[in-house]
């Protein structure tokens, strides 16, 4: 059973050519109408989209995030902020700070829960924009390292307190000829479980892994092996986990953490 829906969403790979054509402002239309009807917490749309076309802004977001020369060839990208901002701005328009007082309740800023469903809307709707755009030709590529250099990106892009870039999305066009092939997935048989938690056995990881453990071959020679691992989980570990940049990027989240804390926006009120 398949249908174009499907179809997409299974043909669907991370592209980082690009063709040379412009997305034009119908289209992106289009795409940003897609990923605000997705699904959201309320209906409270607890994010922002930032659209990039500039060649500068561009080029600093491929040095600020991880040094990737590929994101300035982008034609369109899309910068999805976990957004509580501008529910405590209507709140204060709204005099909710005095009703708070008067009804002797607390009136406290957005904490890590409030952050984690904020992302959830925002990454919904990121999800949505993939797809239309994928339905419409245009490649995708999500970038994960908006999250390092909080305070650069923060100061770019004038963000107030509560609102955090949480994905970046890069859109351009498929080569007509070049198109990428989606890359191979795990087995559903590990990531899917029925009712409870499935814990995986040493024999399953290794059964889950072997595809890829392929790809690993040991090296003294330190330029094929620049992280002396003795096989692909070290290397990946190297590469990925314990990479500079995933340093860089949990240094940067614990700063920006450190706004969604809950703290009494009305101090003259006790803590309940």
Avoid at 46 to 60: A, G, Q
Avoid at 145 to 156: A, G, P, S
Avoid at 185 to 203: G, N
Wanted: glycine share 2%.
């Amino acid at each position: 059973m398949s249908n174009s829906v499907l179809q997409t969403m299974k043909n669907r790979t991370s592209l980082r050519v690009y063709d040379d054509r412009e997305i034009s402002r119908e289209i992106l239309d289009q795409i940003l109408q897609a990923a605000m009807r997705a699904p959201t917490a309320g209906n409270q749309m607890l994010y922002s989209i930032i659209v990039v076309r500039d060649k500068e802004t561009k080029k600093f977001l491929s040095q600020t995030c991880d040094h990737q020369a590929f994101v300035q060839k982008a034609s369109v990208i899309l910068i999805f902020l976990a957004d509580h901002q501008r529910w405590f701005d209507y709140y204060r328009l709204n005099g909710v700070a005095e009703y708070c007082e008067r009804e002797k309740l607390n009136f406290e800023a957005p904490q890590e829960s409030d952050l984690l469903l904020a992302i959830e809307d925002a990454m919904a709707a990121a999800q949505n924009a993939v797809i239309a755009a994928e339905s419409l030709g245009i490649g995708s590529c999500y970038i994960g390292d908006v999250l390092e250099n909080y305070e650069l990106h923060q100061k770019y892009f004038d963000l107030p307190e509560w609102a955090f870039p949480i994905a970046m999305l890069c859109l351009g066009y498929y080569h007509k000829e070049k198109r990428p092939q989606p890359r191979p997935r795990f087995d559903r048989k590990y990531i899917v479980f029925d009712e409870r938690y499935h814990h995986l056995t040493p024999q399953e990881y290794q059964e889950m892994f072997a595809e890829r453990e392929k790809t690993f071959r040991y090296e003294e020679d330190e330029k094929k092996n620049p992280y002396h691992a003795d096989n692909f989980a070290q290397a990946f570990y190297a590469r990925k986990t314990g990479a500079e940049f995933s340093k860089e990027m949990a240094r940067s989240v614990r700063v920006a953490m450190k706004n969604w804390n809950g703290r009494l926006l009305n101090p003259n009120i006790r803590p309940k």
